[in-house]
């Protein structure tokens, strides 16, 4: 696959960068009123969504004089309900049911050939197939991906008769988890009209008029999620998925004396007990704790990103990194690398990061020397780290939270040090290959200059500095968190499109007396300005200490931006704003919106580009979300069928009898399942499967942090993305690189090599995210400020682990790209790799040798600590000896020998 014809050596335009990442992920392009009709359902998702991040599950409003006006108060399972129904009823607008080139279309597809070669054209049997075959096709097919077949709406319908129901007869499911799904009304009573359809399906044996409804809409509901995973993300994933349903059906005639898989047989369940579990629960199922993070954490963080993102920050942060590495050896790889990071934390997606970031990257890494494999791999390696790289991270994080019961603000500071040896491993890899291929860096003309971009967009840091400010100072909940840098990054865009020259004194004058009243008000009242002159305080309330007040006030300071900001573009809106640089997304729907009101000078109205950046980031973070939500919904069944079956204990069982004991083979078991079942599936899927499965033997076996276990399951996922031969961010990169599709996979995974011997750093040595103790609750904690002073514990299991890891990545780049200061021999390579192990991962050999003793009957004795601390120091020497031994050859080479070598190779 190629992004465009040429030399591939230009930045892809805007429209071409879409169109390739609608053909990775497979869905529709449309237009015209479908179109309209799609932007106005994720909107109004994204709407929802947003107003639970602001005022929760129940659904008021504040009128002046009136009160608070209660419209809806919603349960959990209410709320799962319409949040999956909105990414239900998406999925089958966005994504075809076939496009007809799949296994089934084409063994249909010759049926009618058949025919007509059997009874010949004018046959009525011809006929007739022919006909059926136009049906068929009008029924499902869209090989064109630009139209909504009539089974999507048909699908659309039941979803959003499946989330009516939740909503509408709440009473009755309350009842039904007590008595079961019998106890509730039957499809004849729900509906009269339709007698006589339940009449003839009773007639052939499917009693109907005797089922209820609620097993009727939760069996549908269920094969809705399979068919929206089987669009979104694969029939892989399908099958997997269904595999577990059907095992909970029938997994009793697995004979319970069988060897080793007798401990899979499990009670009988009927159908009854099965759907109640997955589409009426809360704790499992397709309702269960993924969906529930998805909707308080999950979906915000990526509104949050498609706001930030469709402001024109990822432009901006692309080209602060050019211009902040562009100059140096292999500048533009470095600039890729710092580049993805950025938009790692704003982007939901792998693929969409590696495509918008790669299309202006890897062109100028082609340009500048690098191969094109190469070029693909670099952007593909450091795209997918995304996922790992605080404050934002990727969806899996926040379950993460949720499965592991650690504040998020743990979890990111756990992370932060594993992500940044992973960049840094990218980055000394990128840079001796520069060194190897005398790759320079880019020139000045060519380039931002550093100061004047950081003064042109410093704004766009604002949300991330807010973000964790108010995740690790204030410690605030991570959807208020979520929820309050959404509106300061919607206040701050409104800032930035009203201020001009012109407009800067009374605007920020303006506000600045608005914010001084709020804070009179608090100080003296106790409530806010509004509330002070319409007298909502009250009798009872007490004024406020200077500090309490600024910071009340300091809370309505977005919204009073806001309004300001909304009345400045109002009353100058064809003002200009040097300031403002939408992203190319919001441009164009800005323009087309204008086209279709028959008034193209709307586009440039401040106020109506901010609006249309606005619905614009609501309508893409609603695209982003879908197939995230449908992720968890569909990944939610399995923890679902081991929860209502029984499963959990035996599965642990008979893994760690598999494992023997050996947290090494545990690991490396779970790391190859991470890694296959990871290919072509989102890393949330392959996280909260392998979780469920493989979680608790890791726990239990190793006695080790379950967030480190939980961290090390996350790394081998995002490792799925980039490791052949489903390696799906590196054959996005390759489209744009025009490369080899399985090369730029197995140079995308070598580059990543670290991000698979980390992770076994991390569960061994704890102290690498700075974690003390083992297990989970009270007994991990991150490390303070008494464990920094405690240099016994301190040094030796924190500070040298950290060098040791950092110098590691440094012996594994010479490993795999052959250079150091000079090229580096096969023998020196395989002892460079051995001093990298020692480095990163000695407690690896030590569990390893002590495990293979045991089979001996030989005891340990031997003190972990100690042995760590022996082998570190032993990977130091080594790599000490062989960076001098290269240094040393580099110096006596012959200096015209290298240049010429280095010339002929770039």
């Known amino acids: 696959m190629t992004a465009r014809d040429g030399t591939g050596d230009e930045p892809i335009p805007e429209e071409e960068q879409q169109k390739l990442i609608q053909e990775l992920e497979h869905k529709r392009a449309l237009r015209g009123p479908m179109a309209a009709f799609v932007s106005l359902v994720a909107i109004v998702f994204s709407a929802f969504q947003m107003w639970l991040a602001a005022r929760g599950f129940v659904l008021e409003v504040t009128l002046p ?26 999925t089958f607008l966005l994504f075809p049911p076939t496009t007809g080139d799949g296994f089934l279309s084409g063994r249909l597809a010759r049926v009618v050939p058949a025919t007509r070669g059997r009874f010949g054209d004018e046959s009525p049997v011809t006929r007739t197939a022919e006909t059926a075959r136009g049906g068929v096709r009008w029924l499902f097919m869209d090989p064109e991906r630009r139209r909504v077949t009539p089974v999507d709406a048909v699908l659309a319908f039941f979803a959003f008769l499946s989330a009516a ?36 399906f009773t007639a052939v044996g499917i009693p109907l008029n005797e089922t209820s409804y609620a097993f009727v809409l939760g069996a ?76 308080r954490f999950i979906y915000i963080f990526i509104l949050f990103g498609a706001f930030l993102e469709m402001s024109g920050a990822g432009k901006w942060f692309i080209d602060l990194a050019y211009s902040a590495t562009g100059e140096r050896r292999g500048g533009p790889a470095k600039a890729s690398i710092i580049a993805s990071g950025f938009m790692g934390t704003i982007s939901g997606s792998s693929i969409a990061n590696t495509v918008t970031t790669g299309a202006f990257t890897i062109p100028l890494m082609k340009r500048s020397g690098y191969s094109p494999e190469f070029s693909g791999a670099v952007e593909a390696s450091a795209s997918s780290g995304g996922q790992i790289l605080p404050p934002v991270m990727g969806a899996a994080a926040f379950l993460i939270v949720e499965y592991t019961l650690t504040p998020f603000r743990d979890v990111i500071t756990a992370a932060a040090i594993p992500a940044v040896v992973f960049f840094f491993g990218v980055w000394v890899m990128v840079h001796l290959e520069a060194s190897k291929r005398n ?14 971009h950081m003064l042109r967009g410093w704004f766009y840091l604002v949300p991330l ?24 990054i919607a206040a701050l865009i409104a800032l930035v499109a009203a201020y001009n020259e012109e407009t800067r004194w009374p605007l920020l004058g303006t506000i600045t007396g608005l914010f001084l009243l709020e804070f009179a008000a608090f100080l003296t009242t106790g409530v806010g300005l509004v509330e002070a002159v319409v007298g909502a305080g009250g009798a009872g309330t007490a004024a406020r200490s200077p500090v309490e007040a600024a910071l009340a006030a300091g809370g309505k300071l977005g919204w009073l931006t806001l309004a300001v900001s909304l009345v400045t573009m109002l009353a100058r809106p064809s003002g200009d704003a040097p300031l403002l640089d939408f ?10 919106a204008a086209s279709v009101f028959r008034r193209p000078r709307l586009a440039d109205a401040k106020p109506f580009q901010y609006v249309g950046f606005v619905l614009k980031s609501m309508d893409a973070g609603a695209r982003t979300a879908t197939t995230v939500v ?56 392959t996280y909260i499967i392998l979780v469920s499965m493989l979680g608790p033997a890791i726990s239990e076996i190793g006695g080790i942090p379950i967030l480190a276990a939980h961290l090390f399951i996350l790394y081998f996922g995002v490792i799925a993305d980039i490791t052949p031969p489903v390696a799906v961010a590196a054959y996005a990169a390759s489209g744009i690189a025009k490369s080899d599709q399985f090369d730029t996979g ?52 924190v500070v040298i682990p950290v060098v040791g890891v950092f110098l590691g990545v440094v012996a594994l780049g010479a490993t795999v790209i052959g250079y150091l200061y000079t090229d580096v021999s096969r023998i020196d390579r395989g002892l460079y790799a051995l001093a990298a192990l020692l480095l990163m991962a000695p407690l690896l050999l030590f569990n390893t040798g002590t495990s293979l003793l045991g089979l001996f009957g030989v005891g340990g004795g031997i003190e972990p600590g100690l042995f760590d601390l022996v082998l570190r120091a032993a990977g130091g020497v080594l790599f000490g000896l062989l960076a001098l031994k290269n240094r040393r050859r580099a110096d006596t080479e012959p200096a015209t020998e290298r240049g010429e070598e280095t010339t002929e190779a770039a």
């Open 220 to 295: 549908i509901g269920v094969l809705l999620v399979l068919e929206a995973t089987r669009r979104a993300l694969g029939l892989y994933l399908m099958l997997i998925v269904t595999s577990f349903i059907v095992y909970a059906r029938w997994g009793y005639l697995i004979p319970i004396d069988a060897p080793y898989v007798g401990v899979l047989s499990i009670t009988p369940l009927g159908w009854d007990a099965i759907v109640q579990n997955l589409w009426y629960n809360t704790e499992n199922g397709v309702f269960g704790i993924p969906v529930t993070v998805s909707v």
């Open 65 to 90: 004089f009136v009160g608070n006006f209660e419209l809806a108060a919603l349960q959990l399972l209410q709320i799962n309900a319409v949040h999956v129904a909105f990414a239900l009823v998406l």
């Open 746 to 797: 197995v140079t995308a995974f070598s580059l990543s090599l670290n991000k698979a011997i980390v992770p076994f750093a991390f569960v061994l040595t704890p102290g690498i995210l700075l974690l003390r103790g083992t297990g989970t609750g009270e007994e991990v904690r991150v490390v303070g400020l008494s464990d920094v002073a405690d240099l016994g514990y301190f040094v030796p299991e």
């Open 630 to 685: 449908v992720a968890v919904a569909a990944a939610g069944i399995i923890p679902g069928v081991i929860s209502v079956s029984g499963l959990g204990p035996n599965l642990t069982a008979l893994i760690r009898s598999v494992a023997g004991g050996s947290i090494v083979v545990l690991l490396v078991l779970t790391a190859i399942s991470s890694i296959i079942l990871g290919m072509g599936m989102p890393t949330t899927v």
């Open 583 to 592: 992203d190319a997304q919001v441009d164009s729907a800005v323009a087309s």
């Open 165 to 200: 129901y939740m909503i509408t007869d709440f009473t009755e499911i309350r009842r039904m988890r007590a008595l079961g799904l019998q106890a509730g009304r039957t499809i004849d009573e729900f509906y009269p009209f339709l007698d006589p359809v339940t009449d003839a």
């Open 439 to 452: 790759i320079g860096g880019l020139s000045p003309d060519e380039l931002v200059a550093w100061r004047s």
């Open 465 to 488: 500095v807010l973000l964790l400010y108010y995740l690790i100072v204030v410690r605030l909940s991570v959807a208020r968190s979520a929820w309050f840098t959404l509106v300061a």
